[in-house]
């Protein structure tokens, strides 16, 4: 079946880097775009970042414009959220996330990410 498995959370000091990891299995994660997105305690769960099926397409939200990088191996089917310069706002879960071509949601367990000092 259709899995997104995320890893490479965990607490880290503000400045700091993460990268983290999502392992798609059950299908060709090679046809979608696929997307990151977070959730903080009390808010909604926001866009942080997608990339285009071939990798060569990305969107950031404003808020981690320029510290985060999307990335996608296809042959490992893997993607990858780079983090740089994190701050204390950047604590969320984090979620990776596919919709397939009948329009059906796919989300991950999630990875939990503390910036704290």
């Known amino acids: 079946q259709v899995q997104l498995v995320e890893s490479g959370g965990g607490l880290v000091q503000p400045g700091g880097s993460l990268r983290l990891s999502c392992a798609a299995s059950?299908?060709?994660?090679?046809?979608?775009?696929m997307t990151w997105y977070r959730q903080a305690p009390g808010k909604e769960r926001e866009f942080v970042a997608r990339?285009?099926?071939?990798?060569?397409?990305?969107k950031y939200a404003d808020s981690v414009e320029g510290r985060f990088t999307i990335s996608r191996d296809n042959l490992k089917n893997e993607v990858y959220l780079h983090m740089n310069s994190l701050k204390p706002e950047d604590t969320a879960v984090y979620y990776c996330?596919?919709?397939?071509?009948?329009?059906?949601?796919?989300w991950g367990q999630g990875t939990q990410v503390t910036v704290s000092s």
């Open positions: 996330y596919f919709q397939d071509f009948g329009a059906r949601d796919y």
């Open positions: 990339i285009s099926f071939t990798g060569g397409n990305s």
């Open positions: 059950g299908f060709a994660s090679c046809d979608y775009d």
